[in-house]
């Protein structure tokens, strides 16, 4: 009998978005402060609110990879649950309630104190690149205390971004999470998130994918960054390493490793090409509503697809359709 309630437990940061436009060349001015186009870069208060006060005109709205995961899920008719941390302030609970109006359960304590809500500065270029931006703040505070043996225990699959591993105290929520996840015989997930973050963390990403890890949702790079080789040789290694590896390649499409098996999915063209933030994490639930509900590789990497060209079309990383009605024919 089926004991569970959720389909997808999500763990990550809980953090609002500020999205902007930018130019190439303001990109290239903010190399000073370690900005990497298309990446994401860790920064400090100061560095927020000097940042912020040099952007255009701006758009605020809850992001975090896992968040952003578990929206587009729910958009799709899936059940999700949240566990991440936000301060008891007004982007704390701009997070809340925007998680809690989709469906998805979120009850994790908010903190107290002196640390603010995280925010993302996200600066989108011509080519709808998005470079990000990240103060953590009260992420920094997500502990082991804050993992619900119960929520995973109700979850078909555990979903931990890489992120997770940049503040200090979250690294050992991660293990914990990871540990009951195994023992109460559910599925865990894990996404790579960033190549900057895979450099910060490979070998202990390397112990957790080898050990821990069912499902691995990475992108072209991260998967080359992880493994320190080429793609087609990171792909070989990686093969028995998980039971599942769902790798994206941008307007390439995806490729499913499963054992000896490969399935090749072609990208789904956007009606415009806007904004790329959160198209990882919106292919990861589509894969992940395909994965709980018993459909084939082929469809999981469809509905990823799909989830990402919705998601791609606009400014934003959660979806502005119901993505259930774009999977039906599939």
């Known amino acids: ?64 990879s896992t968040a952003n ?21 007004q982007l704390g609970k701009i997070f809340s309630h925007d998680l809690q109006s989709q469906g998805i359960e979120f009850n994790t304590a908010p903190l107290v104190g002196s640390k603010a809500t995280a925010r993302c500065l996200v600066l989108i270029t011509p080519d709808a690149e998005r470079t990000m931006n990240t103060f953590l703040g009260a992420c920094t505070e997500l502990t082991s205390d804050d993992i619900e043996e119960d929520q995973i225990r109700e979850s078909k699959v555990v979903y931990l971004e890489g992120y997770l591993f940049d503040p200090p105290h979250a ?26 973050c895979v ?53 390439q499409g995806s490729l499913i490793i499963k054992g000896g098996e490969r399935t090749l999915i072609d990208s789904v063209k956007p009606e415009e090409l806007v904004d790329t933030t959160g198209a990882g994490d919106a292919y990861a639930a589509g ?30 990383p959660r979806p502005s359709k119901s993505l259930a009605d774009l999977i039906k024919h599939i």
């Open 1 to 64: 009998m089926d004991t569970t309630k959720f389909d997808v437990l999500g763990v990550g940061n809980a953090i609002v978005d500020v999205l902007a436009k930018a130019s190439d060349s303001f990109i290239e001015e903010q190399r000073t402060f370690g900005m990497e186009k298309g990446g994401m870069t860790l920064i400090d208060a100061d560095r927020a609110e000097d940042l912020y006060s040099l952007m255009n005109a701006s758009t605020e709205m809850s992001g975090g």
């Open 69 to 89: 995961t578990l929206a587009c899920l729910a958009s799709m008719g899936g059940k999700g649950t949240f566990i991440g941390k936000v301060a008891d302030d």
């Open 171 to 196: 690294k050992d929520a991660f293990y914990k999470t990871a540990a009951i996840t195994k023992a109460a015989g559910r599925q865990l997930a894990l996404s790579l998130s960033d190549p900057f």
């Open 199 to 251: 450099e910060r963390h490979r070998d202990d990403f390397k112990d957790l994918i080898f050990n821990h890890v069912d499902i691995l949702f990475a992108n072209q790079d991260e998967l080359c960054a992880l493994m320190e080789t080429d793609f087609d040789t990171a792909c070989d290694n990686i093969a028995n390493k998980c039971e599942v590896a769902a790798i994206t390649k941008g307007a």
């Open 287 to 316: 894969f992940l509503f395909g994965y709980t509900n018993g459909k084939d590789m082929s469809v999981c990497g469809k509905y990823g697809s799909i989830a990402a060209a919705e998601v791609i079309s606009h400014i934003g």
